[in-house]
């Protein structure tokens, strides 16, 4: 079974005003319940997910947080970039990779050719964890269940980079990033590149020719992702991970 968001990747409003015909001879001849449905587009779908992570408080991180941050990009993005979660800056202005290592993530996205209007860039949790401690397994599974799987499904985008080892994790587990950083790989017949996380890269500089490297590859990657056209089986996002994954973090 496809998961959230893929066979309904909206929601429905429904609204069902009844319809009864009537034959010539003024008898009811046919009652019919008319459902008038609304299919969220990706935009709406996005502002939806997004409400509903700034009121949320299905795990421990939301006591700790100023802001939630969503996640912010077009809706329809051929590139979904996802960290691990918010950081001090991020929490103080509710939106993703806006301190040091977002300018380093602009200049790593000008050097691919793209602009951060370009992609979609979200968290696996939407909640600064205390201290920016990593993100517990059961806040993993609670916050990309409940959203980051939604977001997926509703951008649909052609590739998917996760920046550090906990966002790759939710991909591909079990693997590590220092030895498959920069190499895409399909899961669920989408496009996964796994990459570090810029902050690596400012706080250990050794790393920084490695990202950079990493990110000119991008073009080339998402011209093969759409050479290879549209996917056929489960994306990500499209089915709730297998629990073996959450077992890694
Ligand atoms: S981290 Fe995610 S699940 Fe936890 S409170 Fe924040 S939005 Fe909700």
Do not use: I, V, Y
């Given at each position: 079974m496809r998961g959230l968001g893929a066979q309904l990747p909206t929601t429905l409003h429904l609204c069902c005003p009844a319809v009864i015909r009537y034959n010539r001879y003024g008898n009811q001849k046919v009652a019919l319940g008319l459902v008038q449905a609304h299919v969220l587009t990706a935009a709406e779908s996005l502002q939806l997910i997004a409400q509903e992570i700034r009121g949320c408080?299905?795990?421990?991180?939301?006591?700790?947080?100023t802001r939630a941050v969503p996640g912010e990009g077009?809706?329809?993005?051929?590139i979904m970039l996802i960290g691990e979660g918010p950081g001090y800056h991020e929490d103080r202005q509710g939106r993703p990779f806006v301190g040091p290592s977002g300018q380093f993530l602009d200049e790593l996205l000008a050097m691919a050719g793209?602009?951060?209007?370009?992609v979609f860039i979200g968290n696996v949790v939407k909640c600064r964890p205390p201290q920016n401690r990593d993100p517990q397994p059961d806040e993993i599974s609670t916050c990309t269940q409940a959203y980051l799987f939604r977001q997926i499904a509703a951008i649909q985008p052609k590739v998917i980079v996760t920046l550090g080892r906990v966002s790759m994790g939710l991909f591909l587990?079990?693997?590590?990033i220092s030895r498959i950083h920069g190499q895409p790989r399909t899961v669920n017949g989408r496009l996964v590149v796994p990459m570090l996380h810029p902050a690596a890269a400012l706080h250990q500089p050794q790393n920084r020719p490695l990202i950079e490297a990493d990110f000119q590859r991008l073009p080339a990657i998402l011209a093969q992702a759409e050479r290879d056209a549209a996917p056929t089986g489960p994306a990500p996002g499209d089915e709730e991970p297998p629990v073996q994954q959450l077992s890694l973090f």
């Open positions: 408080t299905r795990c421990a991180l939301h006591h700790g947080r077009p809706p329809d993005a051929r793209l602009r951060r209007s370009d587990p079990g693997e590590k």
